[in-house]
């Protein structure tokens, strides 16, 4: 299927590692083309040499998301070089942790840096009629699920749903479309339960069962569902939480 990405501009945060970049990836492979960011400068340069060889347009800056004023102007600098941006996926994440640093890092950089990214990005994605924003969250949003530590990450990330769907409705007269991703357990190398499957195997092993399809989903999973509500084939899609997660969770939307 032809999801009609072709000359579409993506604005990616968090597009160095992971799920970011099979974002990045599978955007250019339908015709868009991209801009990343992450705060890694050099493994954000490499990622960027990666992406160019796959042919399209790549643009790219070091920053912190959690810096409002230097998101800001990325956003504005992404149009400049894309010619616009259609597209805006809020990816970077703080990740699980404990304690006040915890809640105060998923708070910036989980939920605020998709207030900012909204605000700074609606101009140009309404200036077509048919911009779209995806907001990468976590089945943690929904409960309590099996990390210990993911207190606040859970927390933050149902924030950043109830403002997904605040925002769905607010932007929709402007031909904006506001969805969410809810990943449950994601397996890539160097992520989060790739460590856990050699530090914490039981836990790993854990996640595996208790998934109905018997496996972890991969980055690429996650990146496909995406590009799909990204796309105008998602054209009267807006205000949803799409689940990707195996059937880990236990439940049902009616």
Request: hydrophobic share 50%; glycine share 12%; with cysteine.
């Amino acid at each position: 299927m032809d999801l009609n990405l072709k000359g579409k501009r993506a604005l990616i945060t968090g597009g160095s590692r992971g799920i970011g970049l099979a974002i990045a990836k599978t955007l250019l492979a339908e015709g868009a083309s991209v801009s990343i960011c992450a705060r890694d400068a050099e493994a954000l340069d490499a990622v960027a040499t990666q992406l160019s060889a796959q042919g399209g347009t790549v643009f790219h800056q070091a920053l912190d998301v959690a810096d409002a004023a230097a998101l800001t102007a990325f956003v504005g600098e992404t149009a400049e070089a894309l010619g616009g941006v259609d597209i805006v996926v809020a990816n970077a994440s703080a990740s699980v942790g404990e304690g006040p640093d915890a809640w105060a890092a998923n708070f910036r950089t989980d939920l605020m840096s998709l207030v900012t990214l909204i605000e700074a990005a609606t101009p140009a994605l309404a200036s077509g009629g048919h911009g779209a924003v995806v907001a990468v969250a976590s089945t943690s949003a929904l409960e309590a699920g099996i990390l210990p530590t993911a207190n606040s990450f859970g927390a933050l990330k149902a924030a950043m749903l109830q403002h997904v769907s605040a925002q769905a409705r607010q932007l929709g007269p402007q031909g904006i479309r506001v969805n969410a991703v809810s990943p449950g357990p994601v397996f890539f190398e160097g992520g989060v339960w790739d460590s856990i499957r050699t530090s914490i195997p039981p836990l790993f092993e854990g996640a595996v069962a208790a998934s109905a399809l018997g496996k972890l989903a991969t980055a690429e999973d996650v990146a496909n569902a995406v590009t799909y509500l990204a796309s105008p084939i998602a054209g009267h899609v807006t205000g949803v939480n799409l689940v990707i997660d195996g059937g880990f969770t236990n439940r049902f939307d009616y």
